[in-house]
């Protein structure tokens, strides 16, 4: 897996600051960004694909080459992330495992979603994919062409494909999918989880090393969610996703919960999703005691007039 590197990193928006000193190494295959709404997962995605440029700091990628050094030589892939102190009503949460104790599993069993990791032209020539792409949470943010075809092939063109052979390889791609109807449809008669799976698909196709997934099941429906959880786990790219769904990201090797620009937690999915969601029951807790409202079901306290 690719190892990317983020030095002393910078941020801000505005006058409000989004990144102070941050330093992480992202090399597992795995891994989960969970938190509030404007913790920094967004941010921090935006980062590592390279829409957003630090005031200060370094990004850089150590790509897993054959034949270079493996990830668990310190020479390869820098010092490991610091363990990022815990929040006082969290439970305890080891340090995200490095890669000499937490061996990359092989890939998965069965068909692989992602394509080759190099394009060919007809001419014989080979271009690899980028090193990071992202899949927006709302897809009206990213798609730019009318049609599903055109859309998955504008990836493909920076590899150095024209512009027919890129739209032949879309309709295959579609094809082989079960999708070849899609094609030459307009993006504007899709739904918003259509749209979104227009996002996944393109990603897909453009075959980045890297896959950056901000909120990905948000637009689906339950039979959305379960293609998309069946294409993550039988992809063998990197996957950073960003979530609200704990559940899609409990099993991960690694998992950040970020907090107003901190590393609250670093760990294995399930210590810090458990962490979590500890502190989310204390938040609960405290403010049923301020207002004696049931804030999770918007019950009024206990003997409160209803005024219709």
Not at 47 to 62: A, D, K, M, N, Y
Not at 90 to 108: D, F, G, H, I, Y
Not at 179 to 206: F, K, M, N, P, Y
Request: hydrophobic residues 40%.
């Amino acid at each position: 897996m690719p190892a990317l590197h983020l030095e002393d990193i910078h941020l801000t928006r505005g006058r409000t600051p989004v990144f102070a000193g941050l330093n992480l190494v992202l090399r597992e295959p795995r891994i989960g960004l969970i938190g509030h709404n404007g913790a920094g997962k967004t941010s921090l995605l935006r980062l590592l694909c390279g829409l957003e440029t630090p005031e200060r700091g370094r990004f850089h990628i150590v790509p897993n080459r054959p034949g270079a050094p493996s990830p668990a030589s310190p020479d390869a892939a820098g010092p490991a992330a610091p363990a990022a102190a815990l929040a006082p009503d969290a439970p305890p949460v080891r340090s995200a495992p490095t890669a000499s104790t937490a061996p990359t599993p092989p890939p998965p069993a069965g068909r692989q979603t992602s394509p080759p990791a190099t394009t060919r032209q007809p001419d014989g020539t080979r271009h690899r994919p980028p090193p990071v792409g992202m899949m927006f949470q709302n897809p009206d943010d990213q798609i730019i062409f009318p049609t599903v075809a055109e859309e998955l092939a504008l990836g493909l063109q920076p590899q150095g494909l024209k512009k027919r052979e890129a739209l032949q390889q879309a309709r295959s791609f579609l094809a082989e999918r079960g999708l070849e109807g899609w094609a030459d449809r307009a993006i504007s008669t899709l739904s918003q989880g259509q749209r979104q799976h227009v996002c996944w698909l393109s990603l897909l196709l453009a075959g980045p090393a890297t896959l950056l997934l901000d909120e990905p099941y948000a637009s689906l429906d339950l039979p959305g969610q379960a293609r998309l959880f069946h294409d993550l786990a039988h992809t063998d790219r990197q996957l950073i996703v960003s979530t609200h769904l704990l559940d899609h990201v409990r099993p991960y090797p690694r998992v950040l919960w970020l907090d107003q620009g901190h590393i609250r937690a670093d760990g294995d999915g399930a210590s810090v999703c458990a962490a979590y969601e500890a502190h989310v029951r204390t938040l609960v807790a405290g403010l049923r005691a301020t207002d004696g409202a049931d804030v999770t079901t918007g019950a009024p306290p206990a003997g409160a007039a209803h005024h219709g």
